[in-house]
Every structure is written in structure tokens, then in C-alpha cells.
């Protein structure tokens, strides 16, 4: 049974930093992409950031040259370095991951940006 457990959220000020970890309980960041996703108060949960197995990184325009996604594969481990952080990336933050065709979330971590 895969498990993904998310931390590092938090209260921050606006152009503060924080860096999400997206633990998972088996060596499966390295062979499988990993997501980033997010959900604010009312709205749709939208994708933020991906590093698939191959080490491609790509961004959603509004986190491009804030956010930085990296890996781990030591330690079963993906980050989200998120910098400049606005009142608008408040929302709770997941990560998922699919292994063969199944998706896997995590519980996710809130991340609250006052102003």
C-alpha cells in the first residue's frame, strides 16, 4: 500500500518561504512522476508543479520563478521550495503520484499566506 504524507505547511507573510516534503512509504519517487497540487477555500483543486521520472520539471504559470519542485530518491522524498509566497497560494497543498494507472494522494498540509 503506497502512502504519501505531506508536511512543512504553516502561517507565513506575505514574500515569506516555506518547503512542503511529500514522504512516501516505498522507493517509488524514482521510477514514477510526482505532482503538486493545490486547493483554495471554494475552488477547484489546480496543478502546480510536476518532476517525472526522467527529472523534467514543469511549473503552472502562476508559481514560475517562485516555487521550485526537487527530489529526493534516498530518502523517498519530494520538495516544494516555495518562495515570494502571496495571499494567493493560500490553500491546502497535495501531492500525488500514479502507479500503474492508480492515483495516490496525500492528506495534504495547509499553507496560509496573510497579507
Known amino acids: 500500500q503506497v502512502q504519501l504524507v505531506e508536511s512543512g505547511g504553516g502561517l507565513v507573510q506575505a514574500g515569506g518561504s516555506l518547503r512542503l516534503s511529500c514522504a512516501a512509504s516505498?522507493?517509488?519517487?524514482?521510477?514514477?512522476?510526482v505532482n503538486w497540487y493545490r486547493q483554495a477555500p471554494g475552488k477547484q483543486r489546480e496543478w502546480v508543479a510536476h518532476?517525472?521520472?526522467?527529472?523534467?520539471?514543469n511549473y503552472a504559470d502562476s508559481v514560475k520563478g517562485r516555487f521550485t519542485i526537487s527530489r529526493d530518491n534516498a530518502k523517498n522524498t519530494v520538495y516544494l521550495q516555495m518562495n515570494s509566497l502571496k495571499p494567493e497560494d493560500t490553500a491546502v497543498y497535495y501531492c500525488?503520484?500514479?502507479?500503474?494507472?492508480?492515483?495516490?494522494w496525500g492528506q495534504g498540509t495547509q499553507v496560509t499566506v496573510s497579507s
Open positions: 516505498g522507493s517509488i519517487f524514482s521510477a514514477n512522476a
Open positions: 518532476i517525472l521520472n526522467g527529472g523534467t520539471i
Open positions: 500525488n503520484t500514479y502507479i500503474n494507472t492508480r492515483a495516490y
